[in-house]
């Protein structure tokens, strides 16, 4: 294996715990630096031949428990967007019953003006 194919594989195998690490943090600037860094890791690994297959077999099972934090990381993302906009939705109306059970809804339009006093 010739030295290009080993420091790529070195640093891509850095970069992994580094994005693993961010995963954790919750560090989602540096997760999206280190991902445009992996993907150009990769690409030249495609572009080289005969590379030790232990080693990569080893940087796959870093890739793969990497992507299950970021696919967590991006189910808890969802989870708080849907949170959000159940609240702004229940900010904004009111739902009351009336004696035979049918629903009414309440528009609550509220002004966001400021007013200025002298």
């Not at 994005?19 to 954790?24: D, F, T």
């Not at 860094?37 to 005969?50: C, G, P, S, W």
């Amino acid at each position: 294996m010739d030295n290009i194919v080993q420091n790529t594989i070195d640093n891509l195998d850095e970069l992994l715990d580094a994005e693993r690490q961010a995963l954790l943090e919750g560090n989602l600037d540096e997760i999206s630096v280190l991902m445009k860094r992996k993907e150009a890791l990769i690409d030249v690994l495609n572009t080289q031949e005969a590379t030790d297959r232990a080693e990569l077999e080893s940087l796959n099972s870093k890739v793969e428990r990497n992507q299950e934090l970021l696919n967590s990381a991006l189910e808890g993302i969802r989870t708080v967007a849907r949170r959000l906009a159940a609240m702004r939705r229940i900010r904004g109306s009111l739902d009351t019953y009336n004696a035979q059970g049918q629903k009414n809804t309440i528009n609550m339009e509220t002004e966001s003006s400021v007013e200025k006093r002298a």
